[in-house]
């Protein structure tokens, strides 16, 4: 079945760039676009933005200016890097499965807790 | 802000039924039927339970139901269960720029 997995450190100081991985199993990395949501502590979601196995990406324009996803078709893996980060930015990152036809998120990793503190 | 709205809570005993509303605007639950349901329980990912407004995964109870009215979509839980208690999200592709939008979510307690 579909796996996705989050990895990267759980605490970034502010200013610094946060880092994350994806990686996908059990499906090819051509089948979805792959997505980005976060969910800061007791709140809503919110996307980050999505990439296709070609490098077409698209942001949330309330990040577009911090934000890159990355895609590494050989290894089975995206990545998210967030910019100039501030405690705002604390957050449980998602990685999704994202169906381009059908516009919904078919599978999730299980999170990872990002704390931005010094 | 989310750019969907929802109720930040509702509640209903068990084996009653409970809606969830979901408020958009036409560009995005009026004008596409690319709304989606995710339920997510404390610690964990959310899932998805309903999709392109009314439709249910396979492994998802026919006890959840979608739909849609002009702006306003829906998710209806017949028969509430305790393990409905959950939180509630909704989200819709828009043709805004913010292609991908959810709702603030909706806290369910089974009384």
């Known amino acids: 079945q579909v796996q996705l997995q989050e990895s990267g450190p759980g605490l970034v100081k502010p200013s610094e760039t946060l880092s994350l991985t994806c990686t996908v199993s059990?499906?090819?990395?051509?089948?979805?676009?792959w997505s980005w949501i976060r969910q800061p502590p007791g709140k809503g979601l919110e996307w980050i933005g999505y990439?296709?196995?070609?490098?077409?990406?698209n942001y949330n324009p309330s990040l577009k200016s911090r934000v890159t996803i990355s895609v590494d078709t050989s290894k089975n893996q995206f990545s998210l890097k967030l910019s100039s980060v501030t405690a705002a930015d604390t957050a449980v990152y998602y990685c999704?499965?994202?169906?381009?036809?059908?516009?919904?998120?078919?599978?999730w990793g299980q999170g990872t807790l990002v704390t931005v503190s010094s | 802000q989310s750019a969907l709205t929802q109720p930040a809570s509702v509640s209903g005993s068990p084996g009653q039924s409970i809606t969830i509303s979901c408020t958009g605007s036409?560009?995005?639950?009026?004008?596409?039927?690319?709304v989606s349901w995710y339920q997510q329980h404390p610690g964990k990912a959310p899932k998805l339970i309903i999709y392109?407004?009314?439709n249910r995964p396979s492994w998802v109870s026919n006890r959840f139901s979608g739909s849609k009215s002009a702006n306003t979509a829906s998710l209806t839980i017949s028969g509430l269960q305790a393990e409905d208690e959950a939180d509630y999200y909704c989200?819709?592709?828009?043709?805004?720029?913010?292609?991908?939008?959810f709702g603030g979510g909706t806290k369910l307690t089974v009384l």
């Open positions: 059990g499906t090819s990395i051509s089948t979805y676009y």
């Open positions: 999704s499965a994202y169906s381009g036809s059908r516009r919904l998120h078919d599978y």
């Open positions: 036409s560009s995005d639950v009026g004008g596409y039927n690319h």
């Open positions: 989200n819709s592709y828009s043709s805004s720029s913010t292609l991908v939008v």
């Open positions: 392109d407004v009314s």
């Open positions: 990439i296709y196995y070609s490098g077409s990406s």
